[in-house]
């Protein structure tokens, strides 16, 4: 039987991504994303071994039927990767309560509710699980007039040594990936940058591809990659391993 998992936010971008290069590896994946019918569009081209849910992961009935269709469908629980996530760039002192608590429940919340129900079926069908929740470097270094954004991401960086603290006990194991830049197709702010600003990015000068992070959420849920709970790892081209640029 393959293994199963569970990939948030598959519509577009790097869930997609994720959820193709899982579905190369031999996984069935059920994935989710708020809008009726682009899940299962996005996995459309896997048949029977995908199944694609409409979902709001800040809503913990949601989070629940995204592991009781694992269970349901294929049989067991091995990986969920916590991708879904929303961004937006607001100055602090015109950041609303309103939007703060709108991205917190998706980008933390969702990312809490997902893991303990994924975390119960793992439990429940006696698998070797692997959660790997997806972060950001902004997590690890602060981007302007992103502070909602940042706190959140930095919140997911805490939660997922917390899971791995607490859930090594059942033979789960919990890691983070924090991407750098990554070109989507959908950023017009990288979209807008001049061959000078891309070239600040990172020491490699350049963004990274959704299929990058994809690589390295496939390498951590390998099970030979169990020693490596709690870890973060950054796929940002150098970012958050250098002090500024002068002048950049």
């Known amino acids: 039987m393959a293994p199963t998992a569970i990939v948030t936010g598959v519509s577009r971008g790097i869930g997609k991504a ?62 969920l990767v916590n991708n879904a996530g929303v961004y937006e760039e607001v100055d602090f002192l015109e950041l609303t309560g309103e939007q703060w608590e709108r991205l917190m429940s998706i980008n933390v919340t969702g990312a809490f509710l997902c893991a303990q129900a994924a975390a119960r079926a793992m439990i429940q069908s006696e698998s070797e699980g692997r959660i790997v929740n997806i972060a950001s470097s902004t997590g690890l270094l602060a981007e302007p007039d992103c502070a909602h954004y940042n706190a959140s991401k930095a919140a997911v960086i805490s939660l997922t040594r917390s899971m791995a603290s607490d859930l090594a006990k059942h033979g789960i194991v919990t890691t983070c990936v924090a991407p750098g830049w990554i070109d989507t197709g959908i950023d017009p702010a990288l979209e807008n940058f001049s061959d000078e600003e891309l070239s600040r990015l990172n020491p490699l000068g350049m963004a990274g591809r959704p299929e990058d992070v994809a690589h390295a959420v496939a390498s951590l849920c390998d099970p030979r990659a169990g020693f490596a709970n709690g870890s973060v790892l950054s796929v940002d081209g150098g970012q958050t391993a250098v002090s500024p640029v002068p002048g950049g």
């Open 18 to 79: 994720i959820a193709d290069r899982l579905l190369e590896d031999g996984y069935a994946v059920v994935g989710c994303a708020r809008r009726p019918g682009e899940a299962a569009a996005a996995l459309a081209h896997a048949g029977d071994r995908a199944v694609g849910v409409e979902a709001d992961v800040s809503k913990a009935e949601d989070a629940k039927r995204l592991a009781d269709t694992a269970l349901e469908r294929f049989g067991s629980l091995e990986v």
